[in-house]
């Protein structure tokens, strides 16, 4: 069989056979994905183990030390400290965000013929979403002043008392979980939405026809349906809080007293502060291993249907 003219030069590139020609296309189409991951993850990531075995201050040479960095990190009470704190806040925030933002993915979807102002809404709680992080935690920073915060004035006029929110370090924590929760909830909303919206008319047509109740339809169906969005908004956001760096950073680095000192902010005032190069980048493949195992731990409890 003669090739026409146009696939002559493919067949001379990828091979001479169907099957040939069509493996080297699809392993050419997926190298720049392959190649992206390699650079700007797995390198990294091996470089950073690497690094994690020798002694490096940037100003002199590499040092081999083997695994003492790793030794010294999980002996360090301020390590502990900051890992305490970074689940304290995954504790805190994590429910609080897949909750929340499944409930107004409910209210949304069930006010599609009386509330008129549907869209409005969505895009006013989408809005912290693509605010940078930043500026987000200068601005809940006015708001949480002791003394002049707009949270502390309507407090004020309520009769309460004032809170010392990110000054204190009993609050600080809980304080920093409703700022993530505030720039989150948004896109986690969207999220359940298109979920929401995905789901066949005629399972609530069946249920409706069987006379279920509203609980009975939203355990029965909605919840089992919506189960891939679970999965993906609880594993994401799960890497967000136990990554989470400006918040702090911003607003308290770290304190008052370390009270508010997470891993990331740890990491990097070991290694950009201290000059720890070894030390940061082991609690950093710590990290990595933490999340990896989290994320396999979800995924094998939430991956199948909620109700069965």
């Not at 002694?55 to 400290?81: M, N, Q, Y």
């Not at 500026?135 to 309507?154: C, E, H, K, R, S």
Request: with cysteine; proline share 6%.
């Amino acid at each position: 069989m003669k090739w026409p003219r146009p696939l002559k030069t493919i067949d001379i590139i990828f091979g001479r056979t169907t099957d040939g020609r069509k493996k080297r296309f699809a392993y050419l189409m997926i190298l720049p994905s392959v190649s992206y991951f390699i650079i700007m993850f797995a390198y990294p990531t091996t470089y950073a183990f690497y690094l994690s075995l020798h002694t490096w201050s940037l100003a002199e040479p590499l040092r081999f030390v083997g695994f003492a960095h790793w030794k010294s990190v999980l002996e360090d009470p301020l390590f502990l400290r900051s890992m305490m704190n970074t689940f304290y806040f995954v504790i805190l925030s994590v429910p609080s965000i897949v909750l929340l933002s499944l409930s107004l993915a409910l209210l949304f979807n069930s006010a599609t013929r009386w509330f008129k102002a549907k869209d409005l809404f969505k895009a006013i709680y989408f809005v912290p979403v693509i605010t940078s992080f930043v500026a987000i935690a200068w601005i809940w920073n006015w708001l949480y002043q002791p003394t002049y915060g707009l949270i502390n004035d309507v407090l004020a006029r309520a009769g309460l008392p004032p809170q010392m929110w990110l000054w204190s370090a009993t609050q600080v924590i809980p304080s920093l979980a409703i700022m993530q929760v505030w720039a989150r909830v948004g896109f986690e909303m969207m999220v359940f939405i298109a979920g929401l919206e995905s789901i066949p008319e005629v399972y609530y047509e069946a249920a409706e026809v069987d006379g279920a109740s509203t609980w009975s339809v939203f355990r029965c169906v909605t919840l089992p349906l919506l189960n891939p969005q679970i999965l993906l908004v609880t594993v994401i956001e799960l890497i967000f809080a136990l990554k989470i760096f400006e918040l702090p950073y911003v607003t308290t680095m770290g304190g008052p007293g370390n009270a508010s000192l997470t891993i990331v902010l740890y990491i990097y005032r070991s290694a950009f502060r201290f000059m720890r190069m070894g030390e940061g980048c082991a609690m950093a493949i710590m990290l990595f291993a933490i999340i990896m195992v989290l994320t396999l731990l979800q995924w094998r409890s939430l991956r199948r249907p909620l109700v069965y």
